[in-house]
């Protein structure tokens, strides 16, 4: 199921310094709010996520996203239940199925290490829908794209 690593995330000073330092690297923005920034490595395929400090150590210091295919996050729960491993909270969505971003264009799931370290499972999901649309679990987006 794992193709490879689609996001690493940082915790940085000066967010705008750092934006603007991967850039000169070649980096690409992708997304931003005014606490994260993420860039592409490699569109569409992997980014990098840039978190300003807050005081304190945020979550995300210690989070790796690995890429799978589209067509296997609806049965991603399912995968990592048959290793053992159960999936966790995604903010207020409880681990009952994937959660989609719209706005980020992917799909994901969260589970931890044996050690607490965050990990996720990742997909890029197609851009036929609003990317102005709020998160929302896998089956209220794949009802509204059978609207479309």
Known sequence: MIQGLYEVHFQVEDLDRSVEFYQKLGLTPAWRNDVVAFMWIEPEKSWLGLWQKPGGNHVFAKHIAFRINFQDMPEAIRWLKEKGI???????????????????????????????????????????????????????????????
């Open 86 to 148: 159960e999936p966790v909270k995604d903010g207020r969505f409880e681990p009952v199925e994937p959660v989609v971003r719209p706005f980020q264009r992917n799909a994901s799931l969260y589970f931890e290490d044996l050690d607490g370290h965050n990990l996720e499972l990742i997909c890029t999901i197609p851009d036929d829908i609003s990317p102005g649309l709020p998160k929302m679990y896998w089956s209220e987006w794949e009802k509204l794209r059978a609207k479309k």
